[in-house]
């Protein structure tokens, strides 16, 4: 039962707390204000989530931050009281402010120089308090600053803090706050410390004196960039009644170096006091009014937030802000609390009787997006159940109610909605029923007219709102209608194309999807939802110029969006395109932990984790995925591919060869199909399925083009290899692209290099990253430059992966310097170096390259370790990157390189067997290639 509902007015918690109002809702729980009868006070309370509650992990963390928040004890800073747990119930308690917020008395005018300062020393002794104990705050803003009646300030909500102290706590890479009042060390996802809050001062104060915050720009992503390279324009040039001296002030705490601004809270509070030419603080009076609660307790307090109130300083996560990527998303209208079970729905094809063809599959796109508002809710894959439908009528060319309800019945969907449009005389009849599958009883339905064509996909919320009630959704339906407003774009012929478009995704036409969602955009510029659509589908192209391009357009666009397609797209943008995989995760846990139904948050969770090398949660992950949609096809995908990176090579050939029955034409299927079959030594069979992908239109050709040249190169025929690359770079370059010529450059440099070709080496190696400098074709030039002689070139792409900031690339730099140390016979930095770039990013490849640091010093016992991980994680090597590229080619390697160590620990038998293994795989190599020519000789010798 939601908190809303489980608490009511006169409520007794704990034998202790008596519920006197509602003040709203947050990400973590509902806010009310209480009676504490046994210490006679008036108190926030605080309910956790029961979901959340029952997560143990969120729980900690909640009590965590609870620990550390209760640690700032200053007058000028809200109190947190305690913690506790009653009938199944985990509450906290705080102390209760009435008052107006800064942002609400701002809202009304800016303020006088005087005013402004004495707010600001009273927010710079709070944060003395926290910075003292090593808490920072993170995100404050004029919402955490609340002033009374009397002018005292309390700075609330240090739940976003974390202890400078607790490595676990505060990592870098992980962005907390809202953009407008970030530092330029948060805005680019960097360490924090204190002087991170004296940059939001100054931003606050620039507000204060001026009546605008500075760094304004077009959108937030603009915002954010623009206060890493310019200082703003100095506050005096908008308000001649600032001094000069507070006005150096403001633009010394906005310095975008930290080094450049006030060093402690301490220190600006002194220049405030004594440089500022405001005199020692006098009580201030400040205008408050208390606004009527709101009258639907399900409603945000939000929705009265911008009004002058009651307000509550929540402590640990006050109304908490559900952080993704570096952006405080806050959810404008709520989700339905009440645990459900997920129910799959399918959406058959709404029948226009209306004569106009721009309704053809444009309302069955708008009810999916308005029944997945509830939580418990999956929209079943139209395009998956259009080609189950073909093998059960093959002559159908409809996916009507009767044959929606066999699809469903085959596939265990509870529920088939469908209905219709007709043209009257008054407008539009839109008739709408959701339907047991197994037996056909209705179990609601709903009518609506809309009086002319343009106000047809208004009505959408309206005819589901009861039908989501009917299924169990407690969203109010004020709340769904208003939520409707943002993603509802201003063209029908836009929310049409759209839907045209969506259908080609589910059918795996890309391509084909990429120009009807730009002409969505074309007819609507403001069409949020279609930008994020070009950006996926530019990015799972590896067009990775256009897909930033589209993101950024796609988040500014972001209120367009519904709550659910807001996680999804800062989700994938950050797993696609920024690369940033922890904040990834980050975004998707807090999804499926609303949407538990959301079969694709749970398939990105089990991308996310993959790429942080955590294989048995994306297994784990992807079969959840495949638990809530069975028929996900791209979730069965990642299940074939993370088992495979497992080293379950059985199972990822049966789940690829599923998928490939069902779409012979699906290129990325052929992959972990081949691979795996290559890992299990059946060249042969490998080869026969890269032929098979060739036949599967220019995309298949490309990467059957790449597969076949990492079998060659598998086997060490490199000249073979560099035919078939070559094939694949003049198809590509008529396809123009340019992601995966990056990919045939860089293979080709490999082959230059092995065939001691360097000149042609270092050439397509550079031409590889000025193609894509993704970091998994920047580190492989790398490699290739140096072995080539280029030692300049890798230092200069080993910078370039260091100053992408992410753990993964900055792994990849630290291998780089690590191979460059071995190169130098450095062999002590070089151990230093991988182990290093190990503990950035577990990846299989740092492995290998330290256990050959410990062969090539003598260490064979630790060389050894090293490399029988490498054999019980040798699935990672058919693709190290996970990023649909054939590298099974650096597995043979791995045999010689045991053979080494082996033969020092004087297990000669295993070490014959290995050396016997790589020359097998070698069998067409110059016999007088260095590893080749050296496997010969300590075989011979070893006999």
Partial sequence: MPATQALTVGTLLADRYE??????????????????RELDRVVALKVIRPELAGQSKVLQRFKQELVLARQVTHKNAVRVFDIGTANGITFITMEFVEGDDLS????????????????ARQVCRALEAAHGETLIHRDLKPQNIMVDEAGKVKVMDFGLARSLGMDGMTQTNTLLGTPTYMSPEQAKGLTLDARSDLFAVGIILYEMLTGQVPFQADTILASLLKRTQEPPAPPAQLNPEISPELNGIVMKCLSIAPEQRYQSASELL???????????????TVSISVPVPPSEPALLATNVAKRRRIWVAAGAGALLLAVVGGFLLQSRFLTNAVEQKPVTLLVSDIENNTGDPVFDNTLESMFIIAMEGASFINTFNRGQARRISQQLRPDATKLDEALARLVAVREGIQVVLGGSITRRAEGYSIRVEAVDAVSGNPIASQEAVADRRETVLAAVPQLAAPLRKALGDATPESVQLAAAETYT????????????????VWAGNRLDAIRDYSEAVRLDPQFGRAYAGLAVAHANLKKYDEAGEYYKQALALLDRMTD?????????????????????????????SLYPADSAGHNNLSVAYAYTRNLPEAVAASKRALEVNPTNVQAQLNFAVYSMLAGDFDTSISEAEQILKQNSNYEFAYLPLALSTLAKGDVRGAREIYVRLAEAGSRGYSLSKSGEADVEMYLGRYEEALEALQSGIEADQKENNSGELAVKYVASAEAHLALNQRAQAIHAANQAVQLSPVESISYLAARVLLQAGDEGGARILADSLEKMLQPQTKSYARLIEGEIDMQQQRLTEAVEAFTEGNKLLDSWISHFLLGRAYTEAGHYGEAWAQFDLCWKRSGEAADLFFADMTTLRYLPPLYYWSGRAQEGLGMKETAQNSYQVFLKLRADTDPSAPLVADARQRSAAIQ
């Fill in 19 to 36: 519920i006197l109002q509602l003040l709203g809702e947050g990400g973590m729980g509902a806010v009310y204000k209480a009676q504490d």
């Fill in 104 to 119: 609400a008395l701002l809202e009304k005018r800016k303020l006088t120089p005087s005013e402004s300062v004495r707010i």
């Fill in 270 to 284: 002194y220049a405030l006091e004594t440089q500022s030419g405001v005199p020692a603080d006098s009580p201030m």
């Fill in 489 to 504: 774009s201003s063209s029908l012929e836009a929310m049409h194309i759209y839907a045209v478009a969506q259908e080609k």
């Fill in 564 to 592: 659910r397609e807001r996680y999804r797209t800062l989700a994938t943008y950050y797993l696609s395109y920024v690369h940033n995989y922890e904040q990834a995760i980050e975004a998707l846990e807090r999804l499926v």
